[in-house]
């Protein structure tokens, strides 16, 4: 079982990145897929989340509202965040999880990735 994060990096205010979730050793359809994110100091937020199969329900904190998007792709067993008009206090580690319900409960969790908006 395993999720892998990729896609992070060093962006200026403003910029975009698309970050990309990787599953393997289970069923991707079966499971919800959510981001959650931690900057230095700080507890781990949630970001996004979208449902199982189909992915008909979308989820988004406020803060990301309207500038995030999240996606999945069955075929590929990956799930996207595409981040737009990014600031400086998105700054932070990535993670994607994955998990049977909603809300998530002890989700199954990616290694991170870092995401740093700077100029």
């Known amino acids: 079982v395993q999720l892998v994060e990729s896609g992070g990096g060093l962006v200026q205010p403003g910029g975009s990145l698309t970050l990309s979730c990787s599953v393997s050793g289970f069923t991707f359809d079966d499971y919800a897929m959510g981001w959650f994110r931690q900057a230095p100091g700080k507890e781990r937020e949630f970001v996004a989340r979208?449902?199982?199969?189909?992915?008909?329900?979308?989820y988004y904190a406020d803060s990301v509202q309207g500038r995030f998007t999240i996606s999945r792709d069955n075929a590929k067993n990956t799930a996207y965040l595409q981040m737009n008009s990014l600031r400086p206090e998105d700054t932070a580690v990535y993670y994607c999880?994955?998990?049977?319900?909603?809300?998530?409960?002890?989700?199954?969790w990616g290694q991170g990735t870092q995401v740093t908006v700077s100029s």
């Open positions: 979208i449902t199982s199969r189909t992915g008909s329900s979308i």
């Open positions: 999880a994955a998990s049977l319900t909603l809300p998530m409960k002890s989700p199954i």
